[in-house]
């Protein structure tokens, strides 16, 4: 049974189907309205998540599909003791195909190990998100039409964000990518990214604390906020929260057709000034991310429209 | 120092200096209720000081323990005092109940029933990393 629990298991091609797949969805939506009819898809989010919970619900409603959902993290069978192993295995009894965020590191793929039914990562702590990195995708597709020969600026928390992680890596496998490592001291991407996916795959990078210097090379600027939830110390997290705030006078020197992506939610790190700004992606990403979870469960249902 | 040749059981030579001690813990040798001698800084010609282990029973050794913590070390098994095969570890795939996870946000913290494993991400560097979390193994 087929889950995808991490962006690294999707290869370049089956990236490049998702993306078509999305695209035809994008043109014919009507095409798909009943594709998944009698399919159910189950949500099970262990910790607080309003909008990746939506859009796979969203997802799944547009196909034509049902969603079986619980009503929040603290009225499931965890609170209880069940593990997730057997949560995976008296799920995969109702539904069709789990959609799962948790807050421990590694939850989806015993869940993916257990279950009968395909299993998405929505999500696992600081770790994988393969979803967010495939609406990443879409969009850098959707603004830029390739995915090869871009400047890519990641800038913000690069320690604990996965979503940065993610689309590195994924990223990693196409030609001519240069990416711009924009943090704090304290939140530099970690080492092992660097090495093992970086160097690995031979990608250009530079490391910088300072967004102004490189900001007229970035085609594409990937924002991210700086999470309190990742922290295990509050002196800390408040001391870096405020570290990069992008304000239109930040923009002056950009690219005209630069592309400013970021994860959502945002706190204050873009400010709302920008938002009518033509280069301004974010919101674009989050359909495109709808797009793209129905793309990878048309996928893992194994329908073909 | 004199240790007695054994008669019919494993040999563990070539352990890098300071290592046979983890070997010693992680093969749960100190629950053995037959001879067990860790020689620790043994003289060696090649080595310049070594560890050995020999242990007075024909036992089957976990060789992937072995080859996680000193690839290097060999391994001989004596019959009837002589030695009738040797073996050479090699840095195991896949780990598995050896080694336990240290971050704390792994899901094998609230889950006492999953089994620790960690897979060989790098041989050159010989770095392993959590199956489920991908922290690095210390």
Known sequence: MRSVIDIRELSVEEIDGLVATAMDIIENPAKYSEACKGKKLATLFFEPSTRTRLSFEAAMYELGGNVLSMASASSSSATKGESVADTAKVISCYADIIAMRHPKEGAPLVAAMNASIPVINAGDGGHNHPTQTLADLLTIHREKGRFNNLTVGFCGDLKFGRTVHSLISALARYEGIKVVLISPDELKLPGYIKKDVMDKAGMAYEETADLMAVMPQL????????????????EDYLRLRDSYILTPDKLK??????????????VNEIAVAIDDDPRACYFKQVLNGKYMRMALILKLLGITV | MNIDSIINGIVIDHITAGKGMKIYQLLSLDQMDCPVALIRNAYSKKMGRKDIIKIDADITLNMDILGYVDPCATLSIIKEGKVASKQKPMLPRRLT?????????????TEQELPHVFTLTDAETRTYRCLYCEAKAE
């Open chain 2, 97 to 109: 109940g050896v080694i336990s996870c240290k971050n704390p946000r792994c899901i094998t913290t």
């Open chain 1, 253 to 266: 020197d950009a690219k005209k057709d630069l592309a400013i992506l970021h994860p959502l939610p945002r």
């Open chain 1, 219 to 234: 085609d594409i600027l990937y924002m991210t906020r700086v999470q309190g939830e990742r922290f295990f110390n509050e």
